[in-house]
């Protein structure tokens, strides 16, 4: 059985850091991409970043969060990891993990291209 599990979660005031955290078990072998979506309050849940790798590793960001999160991972484990600095209010949401094998980075960014997925955990980031 699958199990796609996020932790790390939690409130913060703007300016701070967090960080999450996503493992992927179960019988899966082919998993060569992560990413982090994200679902803010009234909005559609949004792609934040992803990690592929394939002959190294490559990383995409949205530009909202581009020079303030990083993404890492470990492939041989399904592991990967968002650390979160200088947060904002804007950036509260709930973060879901999700996985899968990319073919190329194009697909990093569209939430069909996995078929793992984690439950969500929360962050709230306050003034």
């Known amino acids: 059985q699958e199990q796609v599990v996020e932790s790390g979660g939690g409130s913060v005031e703007a300016g701070g850091s967090l960080e999450l955290s996503c493992v992927i078990s179960?019988?899966?072998?082919?998993?060569?991409?992560m990413a982090w979506f994200r679902q803010r309050p009234g909005n559609e849940r949004e792609f934040v970043t992803a990690?592929?790798?394939?002959?190294?590793?490559?990383?995409y960001y949205r530009d909202s969060v581009k020079g303030r999160f990083t993404i890492s991972g470990d492939n041989a484990r399904n592991t990967m990891i968002l650390q979160m600095n200088s947060l904002k209010p804007e950036d509260t949401a709930v973060y879901y993990c999700?996985?899968?094998?990319?073919?190329?980075?194009?697909?990093?960014?569209?939430?069909?291209?996995?078929?793992?997925w984690g439950q969500g955990t929360q962050v709230t980031v306050s003034l």
């Open positions: 179960g019988s899966i072998f082919d998993i060569n991409g």
């Open positions: 990690i592929r790798w394939s002959g190294g590793v490559r990383t």
């Open positions: 999700a996985g899968d094998q990319l073919w190329d980075m194009d697909e990093a960014t569209e939430q069909a291209s996995y078929d793992y």
